[in-house]
């Protein structure tokens, strides 16, 4: 009897052992823009949402969400020496409220991937403030499933905010007072920290510690149109015959790649600092073709539809969010919130996603020059004048054919940003501090490969003039970007077409100098 009691408890650890093992293996690893997400089988301790930060340091991290509707919905603000554990059942109501939405439209969750915002700050040994901004694409029907998540953030996530100098002035005003609401900071006053962010220190008989914490402060602007292509057509437009822009999305299935929406952030520094810098954040929406068949899509635009100087292109329905987020003090008294002092310190991000549903090429045709209160394409434009620099020229006989990959090979960026998407230009706010550093919207592949375009343009003269030069001057971002240490500009299908007349070269609308020549030349357009 003893024996065979012995026997079993052998058997039951082994199975157990086993068990343990099965529950560490990832049933789902998956890696993007350098941030690792991995999927375990649930334990009766029920699921969980773990986040290996970039840093051992101590750290707090506001997540949010981008929503169907093209809301940002707050899950909370975290912190952890390495690692913070997100609360699984506030990811969890974001989830089933996409799952809810794509099923309502007849669309297979396990398609597309929307993702996490984490915004974290950390304060090093040497006292340097630091910061991160990443996206992190989820798989929907893992999570509603229960499933343990675990993501990985990489090292080069992490940048300077501030010197331990210039933290020290942040931090001269170390007198306590009276807790008051702040405008754009969690409403309730609640946090889910759950350890100190900073030193912990007695002041008063008091545990006490700070924490520098990101706020959703408002929502600048909204977008439902994604532009894909623009280009500013100036000179002989009667000779035109056709333009054709084409966004195939075949080209992913090819290199068994998901369509990745990127989302790009800036950092407005204040009085402290006094400066700003932009990062590719991560991909904020993706799409798996091989669940979701998206066919290729063209639109026309015929000569007859041209005027000089007019604005074309095509664009996509969607959600792009341009929001707002402002960095705190905020001082902990035994644990529980005491005050929250606002810094002179911002994040700008903008997050986007395709209209499910309908992700067909929309037609624009817009005449005049491009203006910041015309129609999307122009206000495209205006942005991409203002903000882009000129990466040279492409002229062709009879007409122009060019794509993505082209584009992106001419100016020595990655894929992945090749056809980005310029919306803050559509949403109106270019004037902002940070607009230079080219918040858009990437559109591309997850997987970095130099063979396949998404988005064909050609433009093709009439017979008679086959033996005509067009040019067409191409543009890209003038800040490049951070991504995996390395920055990159972005780029995409957004330039200015010049098809000469009798008389020749004659120079089309500067927009650097903000005059377009016209047939009176002494009645400037100011656009």
């Known amino acids: 009897m003893k024996k065979l009691?012995?026997?079993?408890?052998?058997?039951?650890?082994l199975v157990l052992t086993a068990l343990s093992a099965a529950l560490q293996i990832p049933i789902t690893s998956m890696e993007y823009a350098g941030t690792k997400v991995e999927y375990y089988r649930g334990t009766f301790l029920g699921p969980s949402f773990e986040v290996e930060l970039p840093t051992s340091d101590p750290a707090t991290v506001t997540v949010s969400m981008l929503m169907p509707n093209g809301s940002m919905v707050d899950l909370g603000v975290y912190s952890g020496k390495g690692k913070i554990s997100i609360d699984f059942r506030r990811v969890l109501y974001a989830m089933r409220e996409w799952n809810r939405y794509l099923r309502a439209e007849g669309i297979n969750p396990e398609s597309v991937k929307p993702s996490l915002l984490l915004l974290g700050t950390t304060v090093d040994r040497d006292g340097n403030l630091n910061y991160f901004m990443k996206t992190?694409?989820?798989?929907?029907?893992?999570?509603?499933?229960?499933m343990r998540v675990k993501v990985q953030l990489n090292n080069s996530a992490l940048s300077r905010l501030y010197s331990k100098s210039e933290v020290e002035k942040i931090l001269h005003d170390s007198k306590r007072v009276i807790p008051r609401e702040i405008v754009g900071a969690s409403s309730d006053g609640s946090s889910l920290l759950g350890s100190s962010c900073s030193p912990p220190f007695y002041e008063d008989g008091d545990w006490t510690w700070y924490c520098f914490e990101w706020f959703h402060e408002k929502t600048l602007g909204r977008a439902s149109i994604i532009p894909v292509a623009a280009f500013q057509v100036t000179g002989d437009t009667d000779k035109v015959n056709s333009i054709f822009i084409s966004l195939n999305y075949d080209a992913i299935s090819d290199n068994s790649a998901e369509l990745a929406f990127s989302a790009v952030g800036a950092i407005e520094k204040g009085s402290v600092g006094g400066s700003g810098e932009g990062k590719i954040l991560g991909y904020s929406y993706t799409i798996d073709s091989r669940s979701l068949r998206i066919p290729e899509s063209t639109v026309k635009i015929w000569g007859s539809e041209l005027t000089s100087p007019s604005v074309v292109g095509a664009g996509i329905g969607g959600s792009a969010v341009f929001s707002k987020y402002r960095l705190y003090r905020v001082d902990y008294v035994n644990g529980k919130v005491w005050n929250k002092k606002p810094l002179d310190t911002y994040a700008y991000v903008i997050l986007g996603k395709p209209d499910e549903k309908d992700m067909s090429l929309r037609k624009f045709v817009e005449p005049g020059w491009p203006r910041n209160s015309g129609g999307p394409m122009s206000r495209t434009m205006w942005f991409v004048h203002w903000y882009w620099d000129t990466k040279g020229n492409i002229e062709g006989k009879g007409g122009i054919l060019t794509n993505t990959y082209y584009f992106g090979h001419r100016v020595d960026t990655l894929p992945l940003f090749s056809a980005s998407a310029p919306v803050l230009g559509i949403i109106g706010s270019g004037n902002t501090k940070v607009a230079p550093f080219t918040?858009?919207?990437?559109?591309?592949?997850?997987?970095?490969?130099?063979?396949s375009s998404l988005v064909s343009v050609s433009l093709a003269l009439k017979e008679t003039y086959k033996d005509t030069n067009v040019r067409l001057t191409i543009y890209s971002s003038k800040v490049r970007l951070e991504y995996k240490g390395r920055k990159y500009p972005l780029t995409g299908m957004f330039g200015d077409i010049f098809i000469p007349g009798s008389l020749g070269y004659n120079p089309p609308c500067d927009p650097h100098k903000r005059y377009c020549p016209m047939e009176n030349p002494?009645?400037?357009?100011?656009?």
Request: proline share 5%; charged share 15%; net charge neutral.
């Open 439 to 451: 918040l858009a919207i990437g559109v591309g592949l997850t997987k970095e490969t130099r063979t």
């Open 136 to 146: 992190v694409p989820l798989n929907i029907g893992r999570i509603v499933s229960g």
């Open 5 to 13: 009691i012995i026997a079993i408890l052998v058997g039951l650890g």
């Open 522 to 527: 002494e009645n400037p357009t100011d656009h």
